[in-house]
């Protein structure tokens, strides 16, 4: 079973709106933190949003402050993305991944997902 599912990504004009899902099963639930990231084409993956619900810390990077949100299911097995007023540089593949401590760098986490992609283009 893979332990991080991500789904919902597709294609959305400028300033529409997405809905990111991340499904974590197995050991990758016992991580600490939680955390999206985004590879855009011929660039090197970013962190988009780092948090912990159990720590009550969240941390939005850069140009999606204000217009990403984090949520979670009552069974806390999925975690969501919305994505709101999607701009262009937006576009990339998006990935869900778990980790022991908070960081911005992806190889301080452990476990991730197949990533889901998402363009936005008019």
């Known amino acids: 079973q893979v332990p991080l599912v991500e789904s919902g990504g597709g294609s959305v004009q400028p300033g529409g709106f997405l809905r990111l899902s991340c499904r974590i099963s197995g050991y990758c639930q016992s991580s600490e933190y939680m955390a999206w990231f985004r590879q855009a084409s011929g660039k090197e993956r970013e962190a988009v949003v780092i948090?912990?619900?159990?720590?009550?810390?969240?941390h939005f990077v850069g140009s999606v402050e204000g217009r990403f949100t984090i949520s979670q299911d009552s069974a806390k097995e999925t975690y969501f993305l919305q994505m709101t007023n999607l701009k262009s540089e937006d576009t990339a593949m998006y990935f869900c991944?778990?980790?022991?401590?908070?960081?911005?760098?992806?190889?301080?986490?452990?476990?991730w997902g197949q990533g889901t992609k998402v363009t936005v283009s008019s």
């Open positions: 948090f912990s619900w159990g720590l009550g810390h969240k």
């Open positions: 991944a778990s980790g022991g401590r908070f960081s911005l760098r992806p190889e301080d986490f452990a476990c």
